[in-house]
């Protein structure tokens, strides 16, 4: 054999031997992806049969209605998985880089359940699609959320909005000036804004003043927001607050500025907002009703079943509200 053809041999010899060992890099990478894809996918159904952790993350603890949304979890959550598993409720105060960051420390520290009430629908995606691809289960509650929940749980916000709306049409027989107090931009403040002004569209003689003013969903926000409005417009008949604390701030301002001539009405169903209605000198006369205990008490139902393989026929559970006035403010229990 000669010297070229020794050396073809040799070139074709490594040759060979790159190509199995790059071959065999390849087959091995490969394998780690469909194992790791494998077990995400199985992921539903595989746990333990009890529930280990929770986390949940709403818009701001200093408002009672996401107090009880809290314990509404913790409570259902230990009733599934026994007192030891481990519920964490923490606020956001509807800042997307906090709630972010609390999404962060919830996928770090492997939650098999996340309850999200989240402070921007649509920012709060990515935040979503990373705690998915951990393969944890994400069930929105209150208002909807981007990035591909399992599930949301929310009050039928539309319906919310159209009640406290056609109130006050009737109230004011189709007739006046009216002033919409916004909030966050999250999808059930945007749908009870839409249901409200979908009733407001029949009666050509009601007058939205305002709509776009975020009063960020608190009593601080609602009173700073009706003071510039208060300022604004010398008369006005009635004013739709998104929230029960927006509309307790909103009567703390006209009582500040003196005013009496309009009427309130909010959403939530809130202590404070059943106390306001009680009142026959209270400006604040009707709110339709939710139920924050209900939500999380379903979403951790909900999620666990999810947990366990088996996911809702429908993943968007709406809950029906109902109007509370002073005509039925007596029978109201209030939040339970």
């Keep these: 054999m000669s010297c070229w053809r020794q050396m073809d041999v040799k070139r074709i010899a490594i040759a060979a031997s790159v190509l199995g060992l790059v071959s065999g890099i390849f087959v091995g990478c490969t394998g780690v992806s469909q194992n790791h894809r494998a077990a995400i996918e199985s992921s539903e159904g595989d746990r333990d049969s009890k529930l280990r952790s929770v986390a949940v993350t709403v818009g701001d603890l200093g408002n009672p209605f996401f107090v009880l949304m809290g314990r509404g979890a913790e409570a259902e959550a230990k009733k599934i998985g026994g007192k030891d598993v481990k519920v964490t409720v923490v606020s956001s105060g509807y800042d997307l880089n906090q709630q972010f960051n609390q999404m962060e420390n919830f996928i770090a520290a492997n939650t098999d359940l996340i309850i999200l009430n989240a402070g921007d629908s649509k920012g709060i995606a990515a935040a979503v699609e990373k705690a998915k691809q951990a393969g944890i289960v994400v069930i929105a509650v209150d208002t909807g959320a981007e990035g591909g929940v399992d599930a949301t749980i929310t009050s039928n916000n539309v319906q919310a909005g159209q009640l406290s709306c056609q109130y006050i049409a009737d109230r004011l027989k189709g007739k006046g000036n009216v002033v919409i107090i916004n909030g ?153």
């Excluded at 379903?298 to 109007?323: C, E, F, M, T, Y």
């Design 184 to 336: 966050p931009p999250v999808i059930s403040v945007i749908e009870r804004v839409n249901g409200c002004e979908q009733v407001f569209a029949k009666y050509p003689g009601i007058k939205v003043l305002s709509k776009d003013q975020n009063a960020e969903g608190s009593r601080d926000g609602g009173l700073r927001v009706m003071s510039d409005l208060l300022a604004t417009f010398p008369k006005l008949d009635a004013v739709f607050a998104i929230n029960d604390p927006c509309g307790v701030g909103a009567e703390l301002a006209a009582r500040q500025a003196r005013r009496n001539e309009f009427f309130i009405v909010g959403v939530d169903g809130a202590p404070e907002a059943k106390q306001a209605i009680e009142d026959r000198n209270s400006l604040y006369v009707a709110t339709a009703a939710q139920d924050p205990l209900g939500m999380t008490q379903k979403a951790v139902q909900v999620g666990n079943d999810i947990l366990h393989g088996k996911r809702p026929a429908n993943p968007n559970i709406l809950i029906p509200v109902k109007l509370i006035t002073r005509d039925n403010v007596s029978e109201y229990k209030g939040w339970q």
